[in-house]
């Protein structure tokens, strides 16, 4: 499967016939998690560095059964006997990936073992910690821990774990407790840890009335359809009612004997049951990446912090554009521009969109300390942020309580990342790719472009008048909707009119768009040079491309499309990826590169990109993909 591929070399060879290669947006996604499942083998990471990544794989097969995999039921099937040929492909893959996982992990614990780490299998403690240990289930297990009606088994929660016991049928149903972690510290042995559920079958005695075995058991649940039109007072109630799902998949132990059991209770096919190995949830193992050991993490990097901008943002701007490349580029300079507006008496108006701010925000914190100062202070904040939603609702709680006005939601969703500063009757203005969220802006690749050009601040300032006022901007400059799909179509048309020396730069995390990929089968056919560095989904792979995905360190989250443009290059950068929602459902914006220095800087950190051969993946028109990894260029490492 994935991990078959032919050499890049042999795949550029397919013949000039050869069409296009269709893959659904689900199984794109699960490429891509494999992807992420493969760090975990690299041996330029440090170890615990490779645990964490099993982690974010895992996490990431839970969302995909949680979110993504829903068009199979809400739009294709709901007859679990008979799954359409697309669903049993998605199956089939994420059960390769998830065994494979579990060889991965193996390795990985010898690896640990070998820089001092250990799981200790709890037949191996001595009789002193095998006590303390039965001790810790009786007082801190036990009365946390759930027995459930076997004859509930149908409404199980997802996510959650479970122990199953019993002899012909499933007798003993366990919930084992969310807030204990699964693998204990032995007190006496430093950096030695016990796996939770294997002291529990060793003292089983303590949990059931008979000497029966036990078997894990975990499930996954649809959440419910994304939320448009929601007021924030109506909210609340939504996500009340919105509950969980039908099952989408269940995981088991290789030997747990009641499989049919499960597939009745659940109304499932064999093919969404896993048999996997312990522990099903491998996120469990983060705890390990907490450990004092930075020998065995990544080496920590110097952000660079600007100290002429930070002293005075706004004389700065002034005179010139900046531009950022997070993390390398420290966000707190983002951070020292709104702390500037905030603490500057003739600041007067601040305006920002919040989609993901996360739980502990400065930005949130300047905000509400601006109102406070008398500022007139406003967010759209979005509150149908999927699974962001609750801190959402509490952002919006200390927003209005604080003075910050909180501007009505629309029926799209607004993932447009802007911020406006009213200084002295001029505007100044934010633009970036990624969210307001320090914590993130340490572990995603994102663009930042502060400005006060007044293309750019004008239609800014429409932008949020436009949520003010109820209707639906009208920009000049600033792209979003179906205008922003078509500019970009036009742009990639007037590529082709170019050909062989026309040439297109496209990074993305999605492009899954069909008008904009046919338009880039046209380019590539009139000889255009259409090379696309695309993070995770990219549902139509063509010969005549070059396609490539960076995975590493850092999580490519930038938005960047660069058209040649007969020598004057045309640069565009946003908050959208190309895919139908974001032109029909949401509020993106796409804005444009005017200083032809930072136009110069981000063509080289593209051509830099492409170039990467440490964490770089060659997609593969046959829909697999290949490591770039055997060379010494790092584009991870690159400044802009």
């Known amino acids: 499967m994935s991990m078959d591929t032919p050499s890049p070399t042999l795949a550029q060879e397919k013949p000039a016939t050869q069409p296009p290669f269709s893959m659904t947006r689900e199984l794109a996604i699960l490429k891509f998690n494999h992807r992420v499942l493969l760090q975990a083998t690299r041996p330029d990471f440090p170890i615990l560095e490779k645990v964490r990544f099993l982690s974010i794989f895992s996490n990431n097969l839970d969302e995909f059964f949680s979110a993504h995999i829903s068009t199979f039921f809400v739009e294709k099937q709901m007859n679990k006997e008979n799954l359409t040929p697309e669903h049993v492909e998605v199956l089939k893959e994420a059960q390769f990936q998830r065994e494979q996982a579990g060889l991965i992990l193996n390795k990985v614990k010898m690896e640990l073992g070998g820089g001092g780490i250990h799981i200790v299998n709890p037949e191996n403690l001595t009789k002193n910690e095998l006590a303390y240990f039965s001790a810790y289930l009786a007082e801190e297990v036990v009365p946390k821990t759930d027995m459930l009606d076997p004859e509930a088994l149908s409404d199980l929660g997802g996510k959650a774990l479970y122990l199953t016991a019993g002899w012909n049928h499933i007798t003993y149903l366990i919930r084992v407790p969310d807030n204990i972690p699964r693998f204990l510290e032995i007190p006496s042995r430093p ?34 359809v994304e939320m448009y039109k929601v007021e924030w007072e109506d909210l609340p109630d939504a996500l009340i009612q919105r509950g969980e799902g039908r099952v989408t998949r269940v995981e088991i132990e290789k030997n747990f004997p009641w499989e049919e059991e499960l597939r009745r209770a659940f109304s499932l096919h064999p093919l969404e049951i896993f048999r996997t190995t312990s522990p099903l949830n491998l996120s469990s193992l983060t705890r390990l990446c907490n450990l004092p050991r930075p020998d065995l993490l990544f080496m920590p990097f110097h952000f660079r912090r600007y100290p002429n901008f930070s002293k ?34 003739s600041v007067d108006k601040i305006r920002i969109t919040g989609y993901r701010l996360g739980r502990r925000s400065k930005v949130a914190d300047l905000l509400m300390e601006g109102a406070r100062r008398g500022k007139d202070v406003a967010i759209v904040l979005e509150g149908r942020a999927r699974f962001d939603e609750l801190q959402n609702l509490d952002y919006n709680l200390h927003f209005t309580s604080s003075g910050v006005s909180v501007l009505p939601l629309g029926n799209l969703k607004v993932h447009a990342k802007v911020m406006l500063v009213r200084q002295g ?213 690159a400044k802009l």
């Open 191 to 224: 950096h030695s840890f016990v796996d939770l559920c294997q002291v529990m079958r060793l003292r089983r005695d303590l949990f059931l009335p008979e000497p029966v075995p036990l078997y894990e058991l975990r499930i996954n649940r649809l959440a419910t």
């Open 312 to 345: 005075d943002p706004f004389s700065y701007l002034y005179s010139q554009d900046l531009a950022l490349w997070h993390p390398k580029d420290d966000f707190r300079v983002v951070e020292r521009f709104l702390e500037s507006a905030v603490h500057d008496v």
């Open 425 to 637: 009757g001029k505007n100044f203005v934010h633009l970036g790719t990624g969210n307001y969220n320090s914590v993130n802006a340490r572990l995603y690749t994102d663009l930042s472009l502060l400005t006060a050009r007044s293309e750019l601040t004008n239609d800014a300032e429409t932008f949020f008048n436009s949520f003010e006022l109820g209707e639906q901007p009208k920009l000049r400059c600033l792209l979003w909707g179906r205008q922003a799909r078509s500019a970009m179509i036009e742009r990639i048309a007037r590529e082709a009119t170019f050909k062989t020396d026309g040439h297109i730069i496209i990074k993305m995390n999605h492009l899954t768009d069909q008008k904009i990929l046919d338009a880039l089968v046209e380019a590539a056919d009139a000889g255009v040079r259409v090379e696309l560095l695309i993070r995770t989904t990219l549902t139509l792979l063509y010969h005549k491309w070059t396609m490539r995905s960076i995975v590493g360190r850092f999580l490519e989250h930038a938005r960047i499309a660069a058209f040649k443009n007969g020598g004057n290059w045309d640069l565009w950068c946003g908050s959208a990826d190309w895919m139908p929602r974001s032109f029909e459902k949401r509020f993106e914006l796409i804005f444009p590169i005017y200083d032809n220095s930072i136009k110069k800087r981000i063509l080289d950190l593209l051509f830099k990109q492409a170039r990467d051969d440490r964490n770089g993946f060659d997609l593969l028109p046959d829909g697999t993909h290949h490591t770039r990894w055997s060379g010494r260029f790092d584009a991870q490492s």
